[in-house]
């Protein structure tokens, strides 16, 4: 062990998992994230019942993820932790978890915006995965953001293209939800997606200016679409389950392309990293696998662990800003929503 080594334990509680990670350098060296099954009955998740979770969870991850690691508390040289965005209530638990941890070590805390975690994700050592190099276009997917962005280094991004309405993974929900798929609908819609006819019905795109998205009007229009045709035949969803869900998929995939082609165009950049939950849809990392023989572009996908909310990633950027001594105090607070 290089007395150069730097371990870092990563806090992650914007949602409804509890997570917590520790990195030696850029290298994982656990990742553990603890689910919470109470919110599948309620269709969603409920604030005040993620946050209760939160308060259970947290002391016995962060004591997992530090076995797993074989690293003991005294070895950490600063705690990580996500500041936001986020449900407010479930940041709570865990800034005040840090802060105190940090004090109590008296080791810098270290306070990371969870989109930037989303990107950066790629710059976690790990076997069989590239890392893009500067600048490189980030399409960030997830329940809550869709997002372009153009990553000039490691603190220093700007959004070209966001969605003005609902995120991409909301619509991959709403539409399950509208067939009557329980919920997280999204990984089922995937699922059922590859045994289905992607041209089996035709959905339109939305018109939407320059490089911004839209997904309400495509919800709406399923919505009618489901509707109109559950009148004529109540087994309608049943029969053609695998073609809805593949005509959906397809066409929520061409819109994100449309736009990424577009911004290749404009930027001059041809290297994509995609990344936030609704990257694990194994349509889009085909498609955009795809696109690197049919326009030239190199793509990254990271690996599936580290696409939905975990802590590695927010460790990663926790590691980069103790490099570069970006500390705070402890004053810092969590904030639902947060400047890019």
Request: aromatic share 8%; charged share 20%; glycine share 8%.
């Amino acid at each position: 062990m290089s007395n150069n080594d730097v371990f870092i334990l990563a806090i992650e509680s914007s949602c409804d998992d509890t997570a917590a990670a520790v990195l030696k350098n850029n290298v994982v060296l656990s990742n553990v994230v603890a689910g919470q099954k109470i919110h599948e009955e309620y269709g969603g998740v409920v604030p005040e019942l993620a946050s209760r979770a939160h308060q259970q969870n947290i002391v016995p991850v962060i004591d997992s993820a530090l076995k797993k690691a074989n690293v003991t508390k005294d070895q950490l040289a600063a705690i990580a932790f996500t500041q936001g965005p986020g449900l407010m209530g479930s940041l709570l638990v865990g800034t005040s978890f840090a802060k105190s941890l940090a004090m109590a070590l008296n080791v810098p805390l270290i306070a990371v915006n969870h989109m930037h975690a989303h990107i950066l994700a790629h710059f976690i050592d790990e076997e069989g995965f590239d890392k893009p190099d500067f600048p490189f276009l980030a399409l960030t997917i997830s329940g809550g953001h869709t997002q372009i962005v153009k990553v000039n280094s490691f603190f220093n991004m700007e959004i070209i293209g966001e969605t003005t309405d609902d995120a991409v993974g909301e619509a991959f929900d709403k539409s399950a939800k509208i067939m009557g798929l329980p919920y997280p609908g999204g990984p089922l819609i995937d699922k059922f997606a590859k045994e289905g006819n992607p041209k089996a019905y035709k959905f339109t795109k939305p018109k939407v200016d320059g490089l911004n998205f839209s997904f309400s009007g495509l919800k709406t229009q399923i919505l009618y679409f489901i509707q109109r045709n559950v009148v004529e035949n109540p087994n309608f969803i049943e029969e053609n389950k695998t073609d809805i869900c593949a005509s959906i998929q397809h066409t929520i995939i061409e819109i994100l392309m449309e736009k990424l082609k577009m911004a290749v165009e404009q930027t001059g950049i041809n290297q994509i990293a995609i990344g936030g939950g609704v990257s694990a849809n194994s349509g889009i990392r085909s498609t955009l696998k795809d696109a690197e023989a049919k326009y030239g572009w190199k793509t990254f996908v990271p690996k599936f662990e580290y696409t939905t909310d975990n802590a590695a990633m927010i460790g990663i950027v926790g590691y980069q800003k103790y490099l570069e001594q970006k500390f705070n105090d402890a004053s810092v607070v969590s904030k639902a929503r947060i400047e890019f």
